[in-house]
């Protein structure tokens, strides 16, 4: 009769059992993507399976996160032909698609994951910019009052201040695995008429700027969560398996209390 293992054995085989992986979404079906206790607890307990090289799509929006609104053909463009054109290639990534966010879908992060499962994407790269305006009169708007001023002297300078933002979003579970952002700024003077004109086009010179060192960023970032996941993997498994893991596990070893002193000059 093989005896039973002792309470010292048994919370040992526990510690060694490896934890399932998180395999589905637990955020509610809704545009709100609530969580109970429960899934919230779940989620930060279970890896990720990260399943690299992976089909992955580019979606732009106009604002993050959220594919209800219409897409600018400009916006659209960048997201296209200056940060998917610059993933092609990458080692991590088997196939790179464009995303229209133009078929019937919910909203929310869920219509994401639907437009994922159309075009059969393992991750979605939400690519989305916003400026803020803060363009203003200059020295040269005191010529304004006489009329030669107003025809040819730049007075209005058009200003303002942007980010470019790629968030990674792996399909199965719902889980933003990363996000990076490029800083954009505009500002040059310019005649009063044709200002909104050049402003717009100003603009889209910094955004394909930013897309391009997005795409960058975005390689980056991923190559980092990679070598993550196969530091934490055992190299005795023949197949090695890429998990992320917990954010918080029971067994992190906890940091011994620091205490500061000020020394006197």
Known sequence: MAESATPTQAASLDAAAPVAVLTHSLYARDTSGSLSEDALQEILARPIDLQLPARVGVVPLTEPFSPEHPVRIRTRSVAARHLAKNLLGHEH???????????????????????????????????????????????????????????????????????????????????????????????????????????????????VVAAEQLARRVASATDDLVLFADRHASGERVVRTRLLPAPVTKDAPKAAPVLLSLASP
Do not use: C
């Open 93 to 207: 990534y088997s196939h790179v698609s464009d995303i229209t966010t133009e078929l019937p879908r919910p909203g929310g992060i869920e219509g994401l994951r639907v437009l994922a499962a159309r075009y059969r994407v393992r991750y979605l790269l939400l690519y989305s910019e916003r400026f803020e305006d803060d363009s203003h009169f200059n020295g040269w708007a005191a010529f304004y009052p006489t009329l030669i001023g107003l025809l040819v002297a730049p007075g209005y300078t058009v200003e303002s201040h942007g980010l470019a933002q790629v968030d990674m979003l792996d399909v199965r579970t719902g889980t933003l695995l990363f996000t990076v952002v490029e800083p954009m700024h505009v500002s040059e003077k310019e005649w009063l008429a044709g200002s909104e004109r050049a402003h717009k086009n100003a603009q889209v010179d910094a955004a």
